[in-house]
């Protein structure tokens, strides 16, 4: 097992203003409350950071706020990857720059790269740094799915590609790479629910969007499974089902964001063309929420 980019990580929401500009102290405020609240890592301009609505200058402006925020407390890894190969390896080289730990790199969206074009791609970006590089397969957002060989064949020929967010929902690939996969690759589950059947095939980990709220719960789901108490990690994943649930029930990030404005934080409304949170949704959400609402957050 391999753990030194961590185990629990939440890809962070992206605070803004009221007239969607970038919230930068706001984020700041964010990330350090949540590595407060035991997450070992962030992912900052992710799927879930609104990172493809976010302009290069605020991108860098982000990882570069976040990281002085949370020092050496956490790592901070940077979603440097578009469905541009040039375009990656530039964001790449400014993520570093901006001082983050690690990049994050998506399969390129949009375009469907062959199997080969994306061993190219993540080629380049991997030779771009000397920073470990998490690949992160989205196939329902991207339109393409990195097969388990593909992946392998990249942790082969690059020793900086250091694991892979895997947000397939395909537990037949994730058992496969977790088969495979060399001794030092990081293996997180990408999706919240497969979190704990992530780790019964051998996952390291959660890149989560309900670590926003449930970081100490998924902590002692992790602790427990370790230890063997598979019943206790069994019981704290089926009681987090429903939260998980309505944070899905429409597109992401709208519902967290929703819900981190609920415990006091300038979170902001997300950037078009996300929309605003349905009202028959938030009445769902509320009272899964209601026990982390209590005590409010400071304010800043």
Known sequence: MNTHLGCILTAMITPFGERSELDLREAQRLA???????????IVAG???EGQTLDAAERVALWRAVKEAVGTSARVVANA???ST???VAATQAAASAGVDAILAVVPYYNKPTQSGMLAHFGAIAQATALPVVVYNIPGRTGANMLPETLLELARRHRNLAGVKESS????????????????????????????PCLSLGADGVVGVASHLCSLEYRRMLDAHRAGRVDEAA???????PLIDALFATTSPIPVKWAMRQLGFRAGECRLPLDAMPPNL???????I???????VESR
Do not use: C, M
């Open 32 to 42: 350090r409350w949540l590595v407060e609240r035991g997450n070992d890592g962030l």
């Open 47 to 49: 799927s879930t950071g």
């Open 81 to 83: 990857g578009t469905n």
């Open 86 to 88: 040039r375009e990656s």
């Open 169 to 196: 929902g395909d537990l037949k690939q994730i058992g496969l790479i977790a088969r495979s996969r060399p001794k030092e690759f990081i293996l997180w589950a990408g999706d919240d629910h497969l979190f704990l």
């Open 235 to 241: 019981q704290i994943h089926a009681s987090l089902l």
């Open 282 to 288: 938030a009445d769902r959400l509320r009272p899964l």
């Open 290 to 296: 209601a026990p982390y609402v209590s005590p409010p």
